[in-house]
């Protein structure tokens, strides 16, 4: 029982700090990317508090439910938004024997509770009772339709290479030479993992300058921090399954017992590579969109599993 509580109380310690910290990381790393200064007012040292302060102006905030929206989905959708990231993080391991949930089929929870997480944008747009916000829910459903396949296409190449399902398996299975091999799963991987999240230059749902905010442009308050929220948390999510698929997890130089630390450091750069991605790419178009999805990344994460196939049947 005691062992539950530790780690129950480290997961929900991992989730409310970690995408904090992505969320400070991308104010800063844009700012010097684009040669700015940033929040800089924010706490004692470079701004480091900017992240508290906009919690603390969301919390003051009033909650508005607009008159026309269906009220129980419209409530419900932040939540439903940003809770199965925080159980897509109980099942990824940081090092041996650190993790939440050391599930057989851990690759198959995550990838479930991941897209239900999508669900929460899809509430949001039809339950808000406003025609911008139901345009940018739908998008969000197209865009789901379009990239969830090379997502999970890409992600079973790594299990038949491993030959499990279970993450930690997957971890301990990695060698370095995956980074050749599997490298065309990782690049669809991450790409479709960017459209999942709606992130730019995959943004077109919540475009400001054709639907205002989409899905959560009637959202004020802490409802409207919860979805930011559920965004960082999604990076992390989208990291640290990167890592453990394709980086190897807890893999690096020196002992074992440290391997948390490798992890880590994994997905900070990942999660690095994220936010450089949204400052160096436009906007994408809707046939831009649907091309890249169908004409591109299926083909090569088809191309991968098969070729996975073939590796794992003759070597």
């Known amino acids: 029982m005691l062992e539950f509580v530790v780690r129950v109380v480290g997961v929900l310690a991992a989730f409310l700090v970690a995408p904090l910290v ?3 990381a991308e104010h800063k790393v844009m700012a010097h990317m684009q040669s700015r200064l940033g929040p800089m007012y924010a706490g004692a040292f470079h701004g480091w508090a900017q992240l508290v302060a906009d ?4 919390v003051q905030k009033e909650s508005v439910t607009p008159a026309a929206a269906d009220k129980r989905v419209f409530e419900w959708a932040p939540i439903v938004a940003i809770l199965p990231y925080l159980a ?3 099942a990824i391991p940081l090092a041996p024997g ?3 949930a050391d599930l057989d089929s851990g690759l198959f929870f995550v990838l479930a509770v991941m897209s239900i997480g999508v669900l929460g944008s899809l509430m949001a747009g039809w339950g808000s009772g406003n025609k911008y916000s139901l345009l940018g829910g739908l998008r969000v459903a197209a865009q789901l339709m379009s990239y969830e396949l090379p997502f999970v296409l890409s992600a079973a190449s790594v299990a038949v290479a491993a030959g499990t399902l279970s993450l930690t398996g997957i971890a301990h299975a990695w060698n370095p030479w995956w ?4 490298l065309p799963g ?3 991987f991450f790409i479709a993992g960017l459209a999942e999240l709606q992130r730019p230059p995959f943004d077109m749902p919540v475009a400001d300058s054709e639907v205002i905010f989409g899905p959560y442009t009637e959202y004020t308050g802490l409802r409207f921090a919860m979805f930011l929220l559920a965004e960082y948390a999604g990076i992390v999510v989208l990291a640290a399954l990167t890592t453990v698929l394709f980086l190897g997890g807890w893999s690096g130089p020196g002992p074992e017992s440290i391997g948390w630390i490798w992890t880590l450091v994994k997905v900070a750069f ?3 590579v994220v936010i450089w991605v949204r400052v160096s790419f436009p906007r ?4 831009q969109l649907q091309k890249l999805a169908w004409q591109g990344l299926v083909p090569v994460a088809l191309f991968q599993l098969a070729l996975t196939g073939v590796g794992v049947v003759v070597f």
Do not use: E, I
Not at 55 to 58: H, P, Q, S, T, Y
Not at 284 to 287: H, S, V, W, Y
């Open 98 to 100: 650190l993790v939440g």
């Open 88 to 90: 897509a993080l109980a």
């Open 284 to 287: 994408m178009r809707a046939d």
């Open 186 to 188: 990782l690049v669809v």
């Open 270 to 272: 990942v999660s690095l």
């Open 22 to 24: 992505v969320g400070q």
């Open 179 to 182: 980074l050749l091999w599997q």
């Open 55 to 58: 919690g603390v102006k969301f």
